[in-house]
Each structure stands twice: as structure tokens, then as C-alpha cells.
């Protein structure tokens, strides 16, 4: 079966820093993708591992260890606009396959 | 910059009815894939699309649905007749194909959002 864990909500201040775990056992592993959704919006693309280690891109990072089936996205600098989901997702197979999301981190930064 | 688009973006149907939910996907991706949201769920795979033919289809995706590319730039998802459960938002998305280890990330429409009465 396909498993993706990840904490139902979060809470954070503004300009403070925060990581959000994503653990996952699928039948198959091709790279895991982080997706950020505003309440009523479509997921849009954050950051993408398939390879051990850590991905930077601006405040945002992204950090993958497959022998753990572990990762986490941690937001630097955080900005009212950053209260939203994240979405976890592990695409299992190669171009064009399915991605198997996660129910998603709530997010509610404050002031 | 290049999106996907959907229409319409809210459908109201009744019981038993058939919908057609319509994608424009971005002009030069390959792959062509179709999830829902159930209101506070998580995002749920229905099916994939490549070259004119499905190439993935999950457990939700039963004989009720289909898909088409009509023509060139449309891609539609049909349920012949719906039930109450099958309300939730369907978000439509498209990637291109890309080489071994690179990131060929799914690019989602805004959604439609169908309510079944």
C-alpha cells in the first residue's frame, strides 16, 4: 500500500523558520515533490528530490532521505503569505505516472 | 508564463447526470492527468493521458468516468452519471517529458468545482 504521513497543522510567527516532515512507504520511489496550496487554489510546485541530500531555492528548502523514506520542507523568513497547505507527494514511477499526495500541512503563520 | 486552464470553474449538476469537465493543458507537455479534492481531503489521482491513450488509472476511476483529447489543445473528463460523492474539486495538470533525474513536475489547472444535487 502507499503511506505518506505528515502533521495535520502548524503554527509559526512571522520571520520565524519552520520544517515540515514528510514521511512516506510507497511500492515504488521516483522522486518526491513538494506542492504549496492556498485554501479554494490549485497545488502549485515548490520543490522536487529524487537524489539523497538538500535542495535550496530562496527561503524555500527541501531535504530527502530515501533509506529513511523521510523528507521536510523547511520556510525561512516567514511571511504572512506563506499560511497555506504543503503538500507532500511521492511520484512511484517514471514520466507521466501518478503522484500520491499526502492530506497536507496547514500552515497559519501569524503576526 | 504558460498555464493550464479549466472550465467551468464551478458545475452544478443533478444526481444522475452526465458532466464534462474541460482542460486546456500547457501547449507542450506530453502528459495529461486528471485528480480530485474532496472538501478537506487530500488530493486524489484518478487518471493519466499519453500519447491519445490512458497510461495510469487508479481504483476511483471506474467504468462511470472517461477521458478524451478531442482535438489538439482540449482534454475532457466525462462522468456519465454522477453520484452525490463524486462532489469535490477536479483539478486538471500537465508536465512534459523530461530525462532520468530531472524534475518533470506536474503543473495544475485552477480547478472546477462539481456539486452533485
Known amino acids: 500500500g502507499q503511506n505518506i504521513d505528515q502533521p495535520t497543522e502548524m503554527t509559526a510567527t512571522e520571520g520565524a523558520i519552520v520544517q515540515i516532515n514528510c514521511t512516506y512507504q510507497?511500492?515504488?520511489?521516483?522522486?518526491l515533490f513538494w506542492y504549496q496550496q492556498h485554501a479554494g487554489e490549485a497545488p502549485t510546485f515548490l520543490s522536487y528530490?529524487?537524489?539523497?541530500g538538500l535542495e535550496e531555492k530562496g527561503r524555500f528548502s527541501s531535504f530527502l532521505s530515501r533509506s529513511k523514506g523521510y523528507s521536510y520542507l523547511l520556510l525561512k523568513e516567514l511571511q504572512m503569505k506563506d499560511s497555506a497547505s504543503y503538500l507532500c507527494?511521492?511520484?512511484?514511477?517514471?514520466?507521466?505516472?501518478?503522484?500520491?499526495f499526502g492530506k497536507g500541512t496547514t500552515l497559519s503563520v501569524s503576526s | 508564463e504558460p498555464e493550464v486552464t479549466q472550465t467551468p470553474s464551478h458545475q452544478v449538476t443533478q444526481m444522475g447526470q452526465e458532466v464534462i469537465l474541460r482542460c486546456v493543458p500547457i501547449s507542450n507537455h506530453l502528459y495529461f492527468y486528471w485528480y480530485r479534492q474532496i472538501l478537506g481531503q487530500k488530493v486524489e489521482f484518478l487518471v493519466s493521458?499519453?500519447?491519445?491513450?490512458?497510461?495510469?488509472k487508479s481504483e476511483i476511476f471506474d467504468d462511470q468516468f472517461s477521458v478524451e483529447r478531442p482535438d489538439g489543445s482540449n482534454f475532457t473528463l466525462k462522468i456519465r452519471s454522477t453520484k452525490l460523492e463524486d462532489s469535490a474539486m477536479y483539478f486538471c495538470?500537465?508536465?512534459?517529458?523530461?530525462?532520468?533525474?530531472?524534475?518533470?513536475?506536474?503543473?495544475f489547472g485552477p480547478g472546477t468545482r462539481l456539486t452533485v444535487l
Open positions: 507527494a511521492v511520484k512511484k514511477g517514471q514520466a507521466g505516472t501518478a503522484l500520491i
Open positions: 493521458f499519453y500519447n491519445n491513450e490512458i497510461s495510469e
Open positions: 495538470a500537465s508536465s512534459v517529458r523530461s530525462r532520468a533525474g530531472v524534475s518533470d513536475e506536474q503543473f
Open positions: 510507497t511500492s515504488g520511489f521516483n522522486g
Open positions: 528530490n529524487v537524489l539523497d
